[in-house]
């Protein structure tokens, strides 16, 4: 087991005899199944996905059941034993960071007009998955997609300015047309949506694939050009800024070569989030994006975070790992999921705290801790 992760003990963990963690509990239901049919990965920092299978089997049958806290506690309390989690190995004083991340509900229509003209694209055909094998040379190895020419060679894809210059235009990708390219971009970032159609209709789209180049925050840009403070480089300052500067909106956006790529998904439960990276919808204020290739999906873990304040309560959470990001990586480094709509995005947009983090690993890795 990684260095990082080192024994610790529920009673010495900040806020965790008084948080609920109920919703927690009904997120890792979710995940519950997943477990049990062995669909799920162990990432690299070693949390053995099969490890997981007594709780997975002592959770599912309260899926649908009212639980107490006290009870859903003592079940984690239970099958879990607590570790410290080090955003680094050689400096354990660091602590780890949490932002946040919705799923924006806006206005579109399955057809272009003069108010819809600024699509959301489904995946291209010549677009492919690469790997370690296949990837060609000269392509970084952090591109996970790439472009198949048509004399079958592969290479990077065109990116975001190349493509929203009208390189994909003419080929029927199109699920949906917004009428404003900012929410279209913020819709790349969150990676999901909630389209409201003139007819009343709603649709949900989420990540389908991307074109691999990496992703650049363009609220760190502001920063770094002098345009906005750290502090009002959130997502109500960045959208007020780029309101204020129409003619440079373009040629910031382009400079996240990153491009998100969708797919129509259902809307099975209105309270729940899009289904995400691990298969399984996300839990608002109880699912996090984590990087999927450190950590294991379906992992739960506690972050205290008590200079957040977020649901109206210091950020004392329990929390599954349930999705992934371009910009999460690292061990200790979380996304959590507010929720869908306008509020949770103001919600979501002002998180970027410190926080400390504790992952509860299943009783039978417990030995293979190192003190």
Known sequence: ??????????????????ADPRPALAAFCLSAERFLDGAVSTGTLGIDAVAFLPAAAAA???????????????????????ATLAAKTEDRSVRGFLTGYYE?????????DARYRFPLYGPPHDLVKVD???????????????????????DEYPDRGRIEAGYLFGRGLEIAYLD???????????????????DGRRMRV??????????????????????????EADMDGIRAWLAAHPARVRPLLDRNRSFIFFKEAEVPDERLGPIAAAKVPLTPMASIAVDRELHTFGTP?????????LANAPFQRLVIAQDTGSAILGPARADIFVGSGLAAGREAGRVRHSGDFYALLPTALHDTLRP
């Open 132 to 154: 370690d094998v296949s990837r060609p040379a000269g392509l970084d190895a952090s591109f996970r997609f790439a472009q198949r020419r048509a004399d079958g060679w592969l």
């Open 301 to 309: 873990f506690f972050i205290s975070a008590p200079d957040l304040v």
């Open 206 to 231: 989420t990540y389908a694939a991307k074109t691999g180049h990496p992703f650049t925050a363009i609220g760190r840009i502001l920063v770094d050009e002098g345009e906005l403070t750290l502090t």
């Open 1 to 18: 087991m990684t260095p990082l992760l080192r024994p610790a003990a529920y009673k010495d963990i900040p806020g965790w005899a008084d």
């Open 180 to 198: 404003n390219p900012v929410d279209a971009f913020f819709i790349h970032i969150q990676g999901s949506a909630r389209l409201k159609l003139p």
């Open 104 to 112: 924006p509900e806006v206005d579109a229509s399955l057809v272009p």
């Open 60 to 82: 599912l049958p309260l899926k649908h059941e009212a639980v107490s806290a006290s009870a859903a506690r003592d079940l984690f309390e239970a099958h879990f034993h607590p």
